[in-house]
Nanobody, 115 residues
């Protein structure tokens, strides 16, 4: 069992930055693929970025070059640095961990980009 707790969301002006954190407890963090997803009102949840246990990162086209995913296995934490934020980045951001058939989600943190 893995518990995930996100933090760092909030209200930011367009062009601003936020850093989200996702702290994991439970099983061996380093063996899990980690990811950030988001869901805007009225839309489906979508992938934002992933960081595999093997060290590979990937990004959605809409955030590539603006967002950076990182992980600290010693702290059991994955981060999402978000720069040059746009109103269309407004959503609830969720952390996800996966290993084989085992998939876990955090409760989400709200990010609102507005002037």
């Amino acid at each position: 069992q893995v518990q995930l707790v996100e933090s760092g969301g909030g209200l930011v002006q367009p062009g601003g930055s936020l850093r989200l954190s996702c702290a994991a407890s439970g099983s061996i963090f380093s063996r899990y693929d980690m990811g950030w997803y988001r869901q805007a009102p009225g839309k489906q949840r979508e992938l934002v970025a992933t960081f595999t246990s093997g060290g590979t990162t990937s990004y959605a086209d809409s955030v590539r070059g603006r967002f950076t995913i990182s992980r600290d296995n010693a702290k059991n934490t994955v981060y999402l640095q978000m720069n040059s934020l746009k109103p269309e980045d407004t959503a609830v951001y969720y952390c996800r961990s996966a290993r084989g058939v085992y998939v876990y989600w955090g409760q989400g943190t709200q990010v609102t980009v507005s002037s």
